[in-house]
């Protein structure tokens, strides 16, 4: 009876040894195996059977991209400003046997050499720099903290300042000169768009101006086509009418009628002397009472017997009418 219980706890006991031996490895992870102590092999995912008593696992590192969320870090910048700077590494474990036994708590000696590295750039640069150089910074970290780490089997992929945090007086200057620089941009921007305003304004009655201009001179330039069209077609009008007179083969009375009706249409005037040609007056007097029903002329006829009175009478007869005026001014003044 003992016997048979014995034999039940050694089989018990192998099933456990067996089933302890078999290991799954998760998907995304690695397994380091020591052999007595010493390094093995490093399982992928997968299943995976150990020897009893002599093997072990001596770490299981996680394959995926990690983040680490350092603490922030007080540094001193070239012009002695004493600041603090919180980063950010992103890495991952390429070689889970470096990663083991490489450097002792790997995490821990990164986070000193990030904290040792942000000093020295941040040193090497002024407070004004600093905050405007935030790529470069991230550059420069990544550049050494990568190299320094592939002893550690640890790939660092990313490295990015969270927050960069001035002394409070530091801040407060910041404050102002931000505050001065926004109102000096708001009077830049209010000056030139008064200025604008003022030249777009000169701009518009300068348009003004020109296109009234133009408008006076389109309709000076449309008067005198007007006028010019105008006569034109009187001209044409006259052409046209001689040309029809010529056409009709009029006899020489009608053109002299037509000559004594234009002579009545120029002594319709204020003038109050007409020169004719010397042969304008033959032809009254030829027409006769054609003339004088025109009332151009007189049809009395003249007598050409009669003698033109002398000069000598003619004076006489002046002075005479002299006298006799002066006469009925003194009558009329006594």
């Known amino acids: ?52 008593f002599v093997e072990r696992i001596a770490n299981k590192v996680s394959l995926k991209e990690q983040v680490c969320d350092f603490a922030p870090s007080s540094v001193i910048t070239k012009d002695n400003v004493t600041m603090k700077i919180d980063s950010v590494v992103y890495f991952k474990i390429f070689d889970p046997r470096l990663y083991t036994y490489g450097v002792d708590r790997p995490l821990s000696a990164m986070e000193n050499l990030n904290a040792t590295t942000l000093r020295n750039i941040i040193g090497g640069m002024e407070l ?27 790939k660092v992929t990313r490295v990015e300042l969270k927050n960069i945090i001035p002394p409070a007086e530091i801040q407060g200057a910041m404050e102002k000169q931000m505050k001065a620089e926004r109102e000096k941009r708001q009077t830049i921007l209010e000056a030139t768009a008064h200025k604008e305003s003022v030249v777009a304004r000169a ?7 020109i296109l009234a201009a133009q408008a006076e001179r389109d309709a000076q330039i449309a008067l005198a086509e007007g006028r010019a069209k105008s ?6 009008a006259e052409a046209e009418g001689l040309k029809a007179l010529k056409e009709a083969n009029i006899d020489a009375a009608v053109l002299k009628l037509k000559g004594l009706e234009a002579l009545k249409n120029v002594s319709d ?66």
């Open 269 to 334: 005037g204020r003038a109050t002397k007409i020169y004719m040609p010397t042969d304008l007056s033959g032809v009254i007097s030829s027409l006769g009472l054609a003339a004088e029903s025109l009332g151009i002329g007189d049809a009395t006829p003249v007598d050409k017997s009669a003698k033109p009175q002398p000069k000598a009478a003619a004076d006489e007869c002046c002075d005479d009418d002299e006298k006799s005026a002066e006469t009925r001014r003194m009558a009329g003044g006594h």
């Open 1 to 52: 009876m003992a016997f048979r219980i014995l034999l039940i706890v050694l089989l018990v006991l192998v099933l456990y040894v067996i089933i302890s031996c078999v290991r799954v490895v998760p998907q995304a992870y690695a397994y380091v195996v020591e052999f007595l102590g010493s390094y093995r092999t490093t399982w992928e995912h997968g299943l995976h059977l150990k020897a009893p």
């Open 128 to 154: 004004d720099q600093t905050l405007t150089s935030r790529d470069i910074i991230n550059a420069q970290m990544l550049k050494i903290l990568d190299e320094a780490t592939d002893a550690w089997g640890i």
């Open 203 to 209: 701009e518009g009655d300068k348009q003004a101006k």
């Open 231 to 236: 006569i034109a077609l009187v001209y044409q």
